[in-house]
């Protein structure tokens, strides 16, 4: 939940409350379900008389209009029906209709605040008297699906601090919109049933509980701070425990531009190669060193100060730690296995490398050379140049780095995970592998917008 602090917050509409209350939400979204159902039985009648080509044609534009309307009327909601939205466009890709998922990437935190009284008044009840310590900016400068942040000054010491308050009501209502969702989306007919979804339903319910207890991030962010305190390339937010709670949370103010501002991109092309750098191997450290990974790639979960000096480094400032996912030991081997054989792009070693996980156990030798073959693929962009002669030559910098803005790797990847996943034999991945992909896949969106160059033998060889 970044925002750019070179620049003033936008205005946006205010509004005094949300719709947490169960009969509110329950009636916007049983309304939405009853629109798309008269739709969904009107378009079946009147598309009776028409041949297979020109329903399947009918059918397909009127599912992206759906979906579009779904995703309007989940926007106007806020809370956790949001974020299950957002959250099943990032990893639902799998089990849902593609006209779903682009409908569903279009809800974003960028919506309507609350209210500075409203905001107030959840303060006082959090805080009681020691609200009269701080010096609040009414106006926001970050908002999101959950929370929105206010800049504040410490009276008593002057600093400078941002308050994340967690909107009222949302993280009660997480089990019921869950279960809204689901009616929904059974009721509409828009998406298929199946036992994926229902699994995948119940790992966002852990991620939204998890996400809304702002004691484990607070614990979690001041993890984070004590692995990068002697790293001058990363900043991570100082948690002040005064003034934090379970659902609000306080943290020193760092300020910086984000990822897309044009004056990152008007800074000369190695500076952002160093930024770019410090991105990727801060990923590499969270999956392969740490075992606790951010698993949200959303871009507002950075932001770069960017310095004065010359001489001096930029860096990176990482916010937002409440969707962390840990991962277990043996996970980590099978993928530092697989990292190891992508560097050496060594095909043998990366079906060896898929062994210990039932995912890769149960696959025959067709299903595995395939997947390896993606493996592969997947980490071309950490494999050595000389011996991985596949890479394309524009792929590739004076100085054997990789350049991830000619790469065109993510449409690559997607083409040869679909002819691979055209097997009958192939499952849907594990959960933990869907998240390291899809954190994968936000780093190379990431350093393609800077286009970043980077030293695949600096990344992976402290791996080796």
Known sequence: MANDTSKPFSNKQSIDSLKTSGFDRRMSIAKTSLNIGRRWAGNSVSGMFLNKE????????????????????????????????????????????????????????????????????????????????????????????????????????????????????????????????????KVSNIVPQTRALDAWFEEIRDLLHHEVDYEAEAATTERFYERLIDDPRYIVPKINRTYSKKRLLCMSYEPGITVVSEALQLLPHERRNAIGQAAIEIMMQEIFVWGEMQTDPNFGNYLVRVSENEEDIDRLVLLDFGAIRQFDGNLLTIAR????????????????????????????????????????????????????????????????????????????????????????????????????????????????????????????????
């Open 54 to 185: 020109a329903r399947t044609a009918r059918n397909q534009a009127f599912m992206e209009t759906q979906a579009n309307y779904l995703a309007s009327e989940l926007g106007k909601l806020k809370g956790s029906v949001v974020k299950i939205g957002q959250m099943l466009a990032i990893y639902g890709e799998h089990i849902l209709p593609p006209e779903i998922t682009r409908a569903l990437q279009t809800l974003n935190d960028d919506t309507a605040t609350l209210t500075w009284p409203t905001i107030e008044q959840t303060l006082r009840q959090l805080l009681g008297n020691k609200l009269n310590e701080l010096d609040i900016d009414p106006v926001p400068i970050g908002t999101a699906s959950l929370a929105q942040v206010h800049r504040a000054t410490v009276l008593a010491t002057g600093e400078q601090v941002v308050l994340k308050i967690q909107y009222p009501g949302v993280a009660d209502a997480i089990n019921s919109d869950l279960a809204l969702f689901k009616r929904l989306l």
């Open 337 to 464: 296995g697989l990292l190891r054989a992508g560097y050496r792009h060594d095909q043998q070693a990366m079906s060896l490398a898929m062994t210990g996980y039932d995912f890769f156990d149960s696959m025959s030798n067709k299903v595995r050379s395939d997947i390896a073959s993606l493996f592969l693929l997947a980490t071309e962009p950490f494999s050595d140049p000389e011996k991985n002669t596949d890479i394309p030559s524009e792929c590739l910098d004076e100085q054997n780095r990789y350049i991830w803005a000619n790469s065109k790797l993510h449409s690559r990847l997607s083409n040869t995970a679909t002819r691979a996943m055209q097997s009958f034999e192939f499952n849907l991945p594990p959960k933990e592998f869907m998240f390291i992909s899809r954190k994968f896949i936000g780093a190379y969106t990431f350093l393609t917008v800077l286009d970043a160059h980077t030293n695949p033998s600096t990344l992976v060889k402290p791996y080796l």
